[in-house]
């Protein structure tokens, strides 16, 4: 394993895309908002703002109740895959594997702590791996408590799970698991991968929503090593938690929403939390290198022609490991500016029009999903057809794919789509996974 020993402080900037131009009357302003990331993460571990050790965490939760035993390819590729997350592990990361049934179990190192990763650790833990069986049921609420406990038992910097499931998790309410939830938001990152075609996507785009981490589906589970191995490495690529999107608006400026709409969508605005004076902070989680737009919209008070004003600062803000107060990284300005020329008030902003359009086109493959299961093919097909016309029109190639599986393409330009009589589940439910999936606009 590489040790990553240069400290190297990530650089954050902000850039704002947007139309300012209003008409007079007007009201609303959007702006789509770049936060990019470079220069710590996985170009070269971050040792922290006050030069301290940026010390990383990570438990991986395993599914061990009786239907990965059906077949028995899913426990043992789950093993293999687990096998293959411990040994993507940098030296000096903190971790645990915990089996998850209808109850939690310590799988390694056992003692109600994390494991520390060198050569021993890891030899151990895939040793540990050997002995996972299946049997019992699923209640994924204590799996996910279990792992805060976990990383709560050490001084971490960065605070991530990795959870697969291959059913639904009917041991518990979904109040239980909705609490569980709550209580672990802000305290770790999860990503959660769905093995098979017999777990409820929602429950597992819900929980990946809920800590701030990615969903996916892995229908064979001959694709999870891999996928593991990729997971663990983007978690080994952080080097900045908690991370907010601070948004100061002026008085009289209401805000409209505040969406994440690349690399997917994810809408923050319920998740504000005050900051002082007409600010509020938007989590955003951790970050490596990498880059992230938003979607801001405000609705500002009327003014004259000739008028302008400051509609929002956005800034990034990180957690002073001090102690002290959060501390900016980077900051944009969202603009208003009144005219009485229609061309520069009627302009969309291309940011801004195709990210529009990648939100809708997360609705409404939901929306014609949901249809479709319900027996409403003349609205499914209403839905689903409006999808193919938003993913051709913004050159969403991925899901265009993923919907050929689902309908029948007469016309992709007007969505002219026919239901097919007979879909693969694993293909419904993997459009349905990734339906939130974006494809960044070209600058």
């Given at each position: 394993?590489a040790n990553f020993s240069k400290p190297t402080v990530p650089q954050f900037s902000v850039d704002v895309y947007q139309n300012e131009f209003l008409p007079e009357g007007g009201r609303d302003v959007s702006a789509i908002v770049t936060v990019t990331s470079t220069g710590g ?366 309908v029948d393409v007469v016309d992709a330009a007007t969505g002219t789509v026919r239901l097919k009589a007979k879909v693969a589940e694993a293909d419904e439910m993997t459009l349905e996974t990734r339906s939130t999936k974006t494809v960044r606009v070209k600058r």
């Open positions: 394993m993460g996985t170009s070269g571990g971050y040792t922290g703002f006050a030069g301290g050790s940026a010390a990383a965490g990570v438990v991986i939760m395993v599914d061990c109740s009786g239907s990965m035993d059906y077949p028995a390819t899913k426990m043992r590729g789950a093993r293999e895959a687990t096998a293959a997350a411990v040994d993507t592990l940098r030296d000096g990361t903190h971790f645990a594997v915990v089996a998850g049934t209808h109850v939690a179990k310590e799988v390694y190192p056992g003692n109600g702590g994390l494991a520390v990763a060198d050569a021993r650790t890891r030899a151990e833990a895939k040793e540990a791996l050997r002995r996972l069986s299946a049997g019992g049921g699923t209640a994924i609420g204590t799996w996910l408590r279990l792992a805060d406990r976990l990383l709560s038992s050490a001084e971490l910097t960065i605070r991530h799970g990795i959870l697969l499931t291959d059913g639904r998790n009917e041991h518990e309410s979904p109040e239980e698991l909705r609490a569980a939830l709550d209580a672990c938001a802000g305290r770790f990152t999860c990503d959660a991968r769905g093995v098979g075609t017999d777990w409820e996507v929602k429950e597992v785009t819900g929980i990946a929503s809920a800590l701030l981490g990615t969903a996916d589906i892995v229908a064979d589970p001959a694709g999870l090593a891999t996928d593991f191995t990729t997971m663990m490495e983007d978690a080994m690529g952080k080097g900045v938690a908690d991370v907010a999107l601070r948004l100061w608006t002026p008085v009289g400026v209401e805000i409209m929403f505040v969406k994440q709409v690349a690399p997917s969508v994810e809408d923050l605005t319920g998740r504000r939390t005050e900051a002082g004076p007409r600010a509020g902070d938007y989590p955003t989680g951790s970050w490596g290198d990498e880059s992230r737009d938003y979607h801001v919209s405000v609705r500002v008070p009327q003014a004259a022609v000739g008028q302008e004003m400051l509609a929002a600062r956005v800034s990034l803000i990180a957690p002073d490991p001090a102690g002290g107060d959060p501390r900016p990284l980077s900051q944009g300005l969202v603009r208003a500016v009144w005219t009485d020329d229609l061309a520069m008030s009627t302009s969309i902003n291309p940011q801004v029009a195709h990210y529009t359009g990648q939100a809708e086109l997360a609705d409404v493959i939901q929306q014609g999903l949901d249809a479709r299961k319900s027996g409403d093919r003349d609205g499914a097909t209403a839905k689903l057809g409006r999808a193919v016309q938003l993913a051709a029109a913004s050159g969403n190639a991925d899901t265009a794919k993923l919907l050929s599986k689902v």
